[in-house]
C-alpha cells in the first residue's frame, strides 16, 4: 500500500451489509422467492426476540456478536413453504401453522445455512475466522430482550428491516462489538467454493486412486507369478 493511500476500513456496517446479503442471498435461493431489505437501518440500544416466532445465533473468534431474526407468522409460513415446495414436497405434507415443530426445524436449517454462508464470507473478505452457535428457534407470544454473553468494550446494535416476496417482514438484528478492520496489504479475497466443482474434483480424486490402487494391485499379482514362475 502507498504511503500516499488512504487505508481501507470495514466497520459495523460492512460487516451488517455482508450479512445482509447472506439473509437475502441465501433464503432467495432457498425458497426461489424474492427477498429485499431496507435501505435504512436502525440503531438500537438492545436485541429482542420477538413474536411470532425468532432465532438467535452467537457468533465467536475474530469477533463477538448476535444475530437474531424476528419472524412473523406470515413470513415464517410463507418461506417454509416455498422451501419445502421447492425441494419437491407435496402440499399435503406441509404443515398448517407456524407454531408446528415442522416449520421451526426448517426455519433453523435455513438460519443455520445463512450464517454458515455469512461465516464463510468473513473469513474469505475479512481474513478472520468466527464460530457459530447452532440456531435455535423459538415461538413466541411476548418479546423477550437478549444480550451477548462476552465482554463487549463499545456494544453496538442494528436493525434492519427485511421483505418476502408477498411483501410479510421480517427482522434482522445485530450485536457486536464496536470495531474497525484496516487493510494493511493488497488482497484478492478469495471466491466463493463452487460446491458442484468441489464434488467434480472429489469425484476425479476417487477415481484416480481406485485406477492407482488397481494398477499397483496388478502389479504385485504379475510379481507374485513371475517369481514363482508362472
Same mark, same amino acid.
Given at each position: 500500500?502507498?504511503?500516499?493511500?488512504?487505508?481501507?476500513?470495514?466497520?459495523? #456496517?460492512?460487516?451488517?451489509?455482508?450479512?445482509?446479503?447472506?439473509?437475502?442471498? /441465501?433464503?432467495?435461493?432457498?425458497?426461489?422467492?424474492?427477498?429485499?431489505?431496507?435501505?435504512?437501518?436502525?440503531?438500537?440500544?438492545?436485541?429482542?426476540?420477538?413474536?411470532?416466532?425468532?432465532?438467535?445465533?452467537?457468533?465467536?473468534?475474530?469477533?463477538?456478536?448476535?444475530?437474531?431474526?424476528?419472524?412473523?407468522?406470515?413470513?415464517?409460513?410463507?418461506?417454509?413453504?416455498?422451501?419445502?415446495?421447492?425441494?419437491? $414436497?407435496?402440499?399435503?405434507?406441509?404443515?398448517?401453522?407456524?407454531?408446528?415443530?415442522? /416449520?421451526?426445524?426448517? $426455519?433453523? #436449517?435455513?438460519?443455520?445455512?445463512? /450464517?454458515?454462508?455469512?461465516?464463510?464470507?468473513?473469513?474469505?473478505?475479512?481474513?478472520?475466522?468466527?464460530?457459530?452457535?447452532?440456531?435455535? $428457534?423459538?415461538?413466541?407470544?411476548?418479546?423477550?430482550?437478549?444480550? /451477548?454473553?462476552?465482554?463487549?468494550?463499545?456494544?453496538?446494535?442494528?436493525?434492519?428491516?427485511?421483505?418476502?416476496?408477498?411483501?410479510?417482514?421480517?427482522?434482522? #438484528?445485530?450485536?457486536?462489538?464496536? $470495531?474497525?478492520?484496516?487493510?494493511?496489504?493488497?488482497?484478492?479475497?478469495?471466491?466463493?467454493?463452487?460446491?458442484?466443482?468441489?464434488?467434480?474434483?472429489?469425484?476425479?480424486?476417487?477415481?484416480?486412486?481406485?485406477?492407482?490402487?488397481?494398477?499397483?494391485?496388478?502389479?504385485?499379482?504379475?510379481?507374485?507369478?513371475?517369481?514363482?514362475?508362472?
Amino acid at each position: 500500500m502507498s504511503p500516499h493511500q488512504a487505508p481501507i476500513v470495514h466497520g459495523t #456496517e460492512d460487516v451488517l451489509i455482508s450479512l445482509c446479503n447472506s439473509v437475502s442471498g /441465501v433464503l432467495q435461493l432457498a425458497t426461489q422467492c424474492p427477498i429485499r431489505y431496507s435501505g435504512m437501518v436502525q440503531r438500537i440500544t438492545k436485541t429482542s426476540l420477538k413474536p411470532d416466532i425468532g432465532c438467535f445465533v452467537l457468533v465467536d473468534g475474530g469477533f463477538s456478536g448476535l444475530i437474531i431474526i424476528n419472524f412473523s407468522a406470515e413470513a415464517a409460513m410463507e418461506l417454509y413453504r416455498s422451501y419445502l415446495l421447492t425441494m419437491g $414436497m407435496g402440499e399435503s405434507d406441509l404443515a398448517g401453522s407456524y407454531t408446528s415443530d415442522d /416449520v421451526s426445524n426448517v $426455519m433453523g #436449517e435455513l438460519m443455520n445455512q445463512v /450464517v454458515g454462508d455469512f461465516t464463510s464470507k468473513v473469513q474469505r473478505e475479512l481474513q478472520t475466522y468466527i464460530t457459530q452457535s447452532q440456531p435455535k $428457534m423459538i415461538r413466541l407470544n411476548k418479546q423477550v430482550n437478549l444480550s /451477548v454473553d462476552a465482554n463487549l468494550d463499545a456494544p453496538e446494535a442494528r436493525r434492519v428491516t427485511f421483505y418476502t416476496g408477498n411483501n410479510h417482514i421480517f427482522y434482522l #438484528e445485530l450485536a457486536m462489538d464496536h $470495531m474497525e478492520f484496516v487493510k494493511i496489504k493488497d488482497f484478492e479475497p478469495q471466491e466463493k467454493p463452487d460446491p458442484d466443482a468441489l464434488m467434480a474434483l472429489a469425484g476425479q480424486d476417487s477415481r484416480a486412486t481406485k485406477t492407482l490402487a488397481a494398477d499397483r494391485a496388478q502389479s504385485e499379482t504379475d510379481d507374485l507369478l513371475q517369481s514363482l514362475g508362472l
